[in-house]
């Protein structure tokens, strides 16, 4: 094996600048995303273990579908093919005038996919909490929206952190698909000081070390929420 | 979506069945690749070999902290290195794979292994057989029995993820229908079919890992 080291790389303009925006490219996509896809995901989370029948028959449509297309793929639906579909002007409009039409339709394409999974666990959440607490939140006499709001979505979301921390660091990880599209974050940023300077190895570990450094301190943190706000007396099971 | 035209899938079928059956190819070898190497890994956790132990959790945890693209991306660059000549794409992405799968499927066996109950260890042991063997033959065979579900949602899982081999260019399912959409500019149409084709697979995959999962706990 023939290889020159040369660790100063990352360190030595314009790389270690390369590598700083990347991961800032990577943790705004991932922030922004991480806002759809909690918001969306906790409305179709209810949707889904509500009384309505058509409101659960939507939400149960929507996970079905966002789940079973490869990411990569609804990632090409919304850059090359949603604009076709509309009318022109708005076509042209989401295809080039737009502000930064790469990101921010990376942002809704990773948004919308892992809100079928932020979904997922809401409901799985809500059952945690049990048709007990549900049933006497209406003995008491409040309607279904009083019974989530003040019984079934408190208890729910303090159950799913966990879950809901690994979502949110595959959001972070699959930010990376961007860059399919034209999004120069922390992989691409990484791929061209590669391809500029023939240094793989170095690069490939500054992206590697940087990733696992901001997956472990992630986890760190919501432990320690989880621990602050977990609910007495509960060992949260279902 | 007036002018939809048909024939530009129907007119290019084998080239993107060629390319299907890569994408096939692909998945088979790395959930088998992935299961082995998540079985062995597991083993070794659930043995609590000393520093064997530690070094397999690592190896978990190191992995599910990457994006599969940089796993792909280190594939393709260090495998020519090794080797010190240059191999065709599909085998640096199908060692990524099975090095990245292995991680997630080895947590999946390490539960399924754990929902053995230990009476079961016991049992092999008192009637002589050696912890290998009570693995082998007691332990693995029930544990996986109860994981085939689990097992096979992430095959799916790992289905979707090959699409992945876009960022090298093997020439899967979804590059055979991006090469054939980017040559006859029919963007819409080839997208839309492999979206479409996906689900499919998918979805049938999903319904049949569910039904599997009411069988086992009925």
Known sequence: MNYNWDWGILFREPYFDWLVEGLMWTVSLSLCAWVIAFALGSVLGIMRSCSSRPLQLIATVYVELFRNVPLLVQLFLWYFVFPELLPDDAGRWVKREMPMPALTTAIIAIGLYTASRVCEQVRSGIAAVGIGQRNAGKAIGMNEWQVYRYILLPNAFRIIIPPLTSEFLTIFKNSSLALTIGVVELTAMTRQIEEYTFQGFEAFTAATVIYSVVTFTVMLLMRVVERRIRIPGMIATS | ?218
């Open chain 2, 1 to 218: 979506m007036g002018d939809f035209d048909y024939s530009v899938i129907l007119d290019n079928l084998p080239l993107l069945i060629d390319g299907l059956k890569v994408t096939f190819l692909l998945t088979f070898l790395a959930v088998v690749g992935g299961i082995v190497l998540g079985t062995f890994l597991a083993l070794i956790r659930i043995a609590k070999v000393p520093v064997f132990s530690w070094v397999a959790a690592a190896y978990v945890n190191f992995f599910r902290s990457l994006p599969l693209i940089l796993v792909i991306f280190w594939l393709y660059f260090l495998v020519p290195l090794f080797l010190g000549r240059p191999v065709g794409s599909f085998y640096s992405v199908l060692i990524a794979f099975i090095l990245f799968e292995a991680a997630y499927y080895s947590e999946i066996i390490r539960a399924g292994i754990s929902s053995v109950r230990d009476g079961q260890i016991a049992a092999g042991r008192a009637i002589g057989l050696s912890y290998p063997q009570t693995m082998r033959y007691i332990v693995l065979p029930q544990a996986f029995r109860s994981m085939v579900p689990v097992l096979l949602t992430q095959a799916i899982v790992l289905f979707q993820d090959t699409s992945l081999v876009y960022v090298v260019g093997l020439k899967d399912f979804l590059v055979s229908a991006e090469l054939v959409a980017n040559r006859d500019q029919r963007l819409v149409e080839m997208f839309l079919f492999v979206a479409v084709v996906y689900f499919i697979f998918c979805f049938a995959g999903s319904l049949y890992a569910r039904h599997l999962q009411r069988k086992l706990s009925a």
